[in-house]
């Protein structure tokens, strides 16, 4: 093959192809699930959620505006609508930054933990009844390994999660 050519595709044979297509249907019911829990407990959609999420697990319960969008692997412009919409709601609040006049932290409010605090028990119920209880230890644990495999080989920002690792 010359430099010119592209290589040739390396096609997903007949099993990989069924894995993944259970992953891709998998996330997006679990992901459908959720969001039904979520807006039935306390009418709150999932970036409401993962937003609430990431600012009550903060220092100070406060994030940069840009360490959030990063954190969340978002675009700024994405964050900046999804936080419009929380502050209209009382759900967040925007913080001027004094060391960066361009900057914003992005708070937590009040009405906002509350809300986490409604929707949290029936979120924790959906995920544990349609996944975890579905895994014996040893899927649990396979699950686990893939998961962090999969992580460990995509190139992207360096974001660390708390308890994101397997051993």
Known sequence: MSGNETPEP?????????????????????????????????????????????????????????VLADGMFWERSRLSHQVKRMEARGLVSRIDCEQDRRGAWIGITAEGQAALDKVAPGHVETVRRHLFDRLDEASLEALGRATSAVLDGIDGPEVTYPNTKVS
């Open 10 to 66: 390396r096609w997903l044979d007949d099993r990989q192809q069924q894995v993944w297509r259970q992953w891709l249907l998998a996330h997006r019911e679990l992901n459908a699930l959720i969001s039904r829990q979520l807006q039935a407990d306390g009418g709150l959609s999932l970036p409401d959620f993962e937003v609430l999420v990431a600012l009550s697990e903060a220092p100070d319960r406060r994030l940069r505006a840009t």
